[in-house]
């Protein structure tokens, strides 16, 4: 049975940095994407950063220049280092496992941007 387990969320201040993590065990496939959504209360789930096993990558614009995303496929990990956070970024974030063009979902990590 696979399992996705999220860490890293928090409180930080606007301008601060946080970084997550994500690991995808219980599967002998190959993960072929791995990713980060996130939801604000009262919001739809909104998809943040994808990278795929070959490590081609895909921010949504509210990201672009501020986090970053990468994998260590060895560890079957993913990380998000999230900079210049701002109070809009607040949410619970999601790691998303692609195996076998099946999703499989973290329980949710929460961050929260406030001074």
């Known amino acids: 049975q696979v399992q996705v387990v999220e860490s890293g969320g928090g409180l930080v201040q606007p301008g601060g940095s946080l970084q997550l993590s994500c690991t995808a065990s219980?599967?002998?496939?190959?993960?072929?994407?791995l990713g980060w959504y996130r939801q604000a209360p009262g919001k739809q789930r909104e998809l943040v950063a994808v990278?795929?096993?070959?490590?081609?990558?895909n921010y949504a614009d509210f990201v672009k220049g501020r986090f970053i995303i990468s994998r260590d496929n060895a560890k079957n990990t993913v990380y998000l280092q999230m900079n210049s956070l701002k109070p809009e970024d607040t949410a619970v974030y999601y790691c998303?496992?692609?195996?076998?063009?099946?999703?499989?979902w973290g329980q949710g990590t929460q961050v929260t941007v406030s001074s």
């Open positions: 219980g599967s002998a496939s190959t993960i072929y994407r």
């Open positions: 990278i795929t096993n070959g490590g081609s990558t």
């Open positions: 998303n496992v692609l195996i076998s063009a099946r999703p499989y």
